[in-house]
Nanobody
Framework: QLQLAESGGGLVPAGGSLTLSCAIS????????IAWFRQAPGKEREGVSC????????KYADSVKDRFTISRDNANNWVRLQLNSLKPDDTAVYYC?????????????????????YGRGTQVTVTP
């Protein structure tokens, strides 16, 4: 069974950087599109970024474009999200999620649907 585990969250001042990692186990990472979502207190979950199975396609929310970068290493079963120029509005719990096995989700459906397996999340807090 596919399992996802996020790490790398923390407390940083505005303008700082963090690297979030998503470790995959139970199945080959190469079989799955992967996405990052976030949820702030009192707000709905929103899509942050996604990456296709082979890493050839990536997408970003407008609010993080040019500040965040998603990448993956299928051989070592990890996906990373580099967060730069962080703002207090980026404060949220960040989740990685996997699409369905061997089905595209990032390009055709993200962020509306297509990702159903989630990790437990990692907290990112950005202070003013």
């Amino acid at each position: 069974q596919l399992q996802l585990a996020e790490s790398g969250g923390g407390l940083v001042p505005a303008g700082g950087s963090l690297t979030l990692s998503c470790a995959i186990s139970g199945a080959p990472l190469a079989f799955y599109d992967i996405a990052w979502f976030r949820q702030a207190p009192g707000k709905e979950r929103e899509g942050v970024s996604c990456i296709s199975m082979n890493g050839g396609a990536t997408k970003y929310a407008d609010s993080v474009k040019d500040r965040f970068t998603i990448s993956r290493d299928n051989a070592n079963n990890w996906v990373r999200l580099q967060l730069n120029s962080l703002k207090p509005d980026d404060t949220a719990v960040y989740y990685c999620a996997a699409g369905n096995r061997l089905r595209s989700a990032c390009v055709p459906y993200w962020p509306a649907r297509g990702f159903e397996s989630y990790g437990r999340g990692t907290q990112v807090t950005v202070t003013p």
